[in-house]
């Protein structure tokens, strides 16, 4: 099955500061890619979702690159504030399952 | 206003007794998914449903049971809970599996 590994486990960077979170996966198949946060006591918010389709997607500080080839995914949340301190998880998802995939999660501290 | 529920959001219980977990969407998403996360085991797949009483078995399902008769309540069931049972719970819901919705969990505490 479908193995998914994120790191760091943790990330503290100042404000400022760019963090960068890397996920690799191992099923040439998987088509899409989400990126999620969960800040204490909450649930997971889903901050950007990637058809496999896309190499690289910028959001509101945000850019995820997919690498196909060497099935990797990557995060950078480009100068971080202390509101960005939480636990980010990035998970995928094959064409036709519905089941995902997560990875163990990365907790970032941005210092002020 | 798409939302996932979960009640309650915190629950005690004693060892061997039954633990009812109830997550409600009001998305009409027909698929379904309850989680449990541990400290350094991220999120692990108990139960998922596709929809209405079509029910699957995720990675870790011993100790569990789902039921759901309605689209927009799942409920995961505990018989006899067991301390190793402490945890918390999320719940999701995805329309055609597409991106997920997570509730805000319920931290359950087996003594």
């Known amino acids: 099955g479908e193995q998914v590994e994120q790191r760091p486990p943790h990330l503290s960077v100042r404000e400022g500061d760019s963090a960068f979170i890397i996920c690799t996966y191992t099923d040439s198949a998987t088509a899409y890619f989400y990126w999620y946060k969960q800040e204490p006591g909450a649930g997971l918010q889903l901050l950007m979702s990637v058809f496999s389709n896309v190499d690289r997607k910028e959001e509101q500080g945000l850019t995820v690159l997919l690498n196909k080839k060497d099935k990797r995914l990557s995060l950078n949340l480009t100068a971080a504030h202390p509101g960005d301190s939480a636990v980010y998880f990035c998970?995928?998802?094959?064409?036709?399952?519905?089941?995902?995939?997560f990875g163990k999660g990365t907790s970032l501290t941005v210092i002020p | 206003d798409m939302k996932v529920t979960q009640m309650p959001r915190y629950l005690i219980k004693r060892m061997g007794e039954n633990v009812l977990l109830e997550c409600g969407q009001d998305m009409s998403h027909e698929t379904m998914y309850w989680y449990r996360q541990d400290p350094g085991l991220g999120l692990q797949l108990i139960y998922i449903s596709y929809d209405v009483d079509s029910n699957s078995e995720g990675d870790i399902p011993k100790g569990y049971r789902v039921s759901r008769k309605k689209r927009e309540h799942f409920s995961l069931i505990l018989d006899s809970a067991k301390t190793n049972q402490t945890s918390v719970y999320f719940c999701?819901?995805?329309?055609?599996?597409?991106?997920?919705?997570f509730g805000p969990g319920t931290r359950l505490t087996v003594l």
């Open positions: 999701a819901s995805s329309l055609e599996g597409d991106e997920q919705y």
């Open positions: 998970a995928v998802k094959d064409t036709g399952y519905q089941n995902f995939y």
